[in-house]
């Protein structure tokens, strides 16, 4: 219904078909896509009414049927986190005319507001989204702390481009759908 909709509508430059989808969040064994075996979920679910790429895969299909050329948009899994890329198989998404997005929250613990001027950056911040040591109800395993600045964000978008480079992805079909700064009383830092 949304393809017959906006075919052709001047205003429309592509369809988002899910907004941080987030199949992962229903299985225990994956409480964090940052210290979890993310390739070991996706193994064990491949195939199944979980697998991301099959449930988009029918979507596009169904789309394509009604517009040929519309630009589709992909979010990563995880409720977008780039690391949700590296499951997603343009070989099953069988598509010429996709967009890739993830979404820029990281890290997280320091742009949330959360933070409660706990973290600085460039300082050391916990990532993923395991429980912090000292918040109230927390428990093990406990979210690494590890020292951010440039240099580590850079360390952590090499995977993305890793990703790109594996199955030919250029750079005009990727885009960061959301994204965040820490902002305190004094601004945005």
């Given at each position: 219904k949304m393809a017959e909709r906006f075919k052709d509508h001047p205003a429309?430059?592509?369809?988002?078909?899910?907004?941080?989808?987030s199949p992962e969040r229903t299985d225990p064994m994956l409480r964090d896509w940052y210290t979890g075996d993310y390739?070991?979920?996706?193994?064990?679910?491949?195939?199944?009414?979980?697998?991301?790429?099959?449930?988009y895969r029918k979507i596009i299909k169904s789309i394509r049927k009604v517009d040929k050329?519309?630009?589709?948009?992909?979010?990563?899994g995880f409720y977008g986190?780039?690391?949700?890329?590296?499951?997603?198989?343009p070989e099953i998404l069988a598509d010429d005319n996709l967009v890739y997005s993830f979404h820029h929250y990281i890290p997280y613990r320091f742009i949330s507001s959360a933070n409660r001027g706990r973290?600085?950056?460039?300082?050391?911040?916990?990532?993923?989204?395991l429980d912090l040591v000292n918040d109230e109800n927390a428990y093990p395993p406990f979210a690494p702390v590890e020292p951010w600045n440039k240099q580590r964000m850079k360390e952590f978008y090499k995977p993305i481009v890793d990703w790109m480079n594996e199955h030919g992805v250029s750079s005009e079909q990727m885009y960061v759908g959301e994204f965040g700064a820490h902002r305190s009383q004094k601004g945005v830092i």
């Open positions: 429309v430059v592509g369809l988002n078909l899910y907004n941080e989808p390739e070991k979920w996706y193994a064990k679910i491949k195939g199944t009414p979980q697998d991301l790429n099959l449930f050329k519309i630009p589709i948009i992909l979010d990563s986190t780039p690391y949700a890329l590296k499951i997603m198989d973290f600085q950056y460039p300082g050391n911040i916990p990532t993923g989204e």
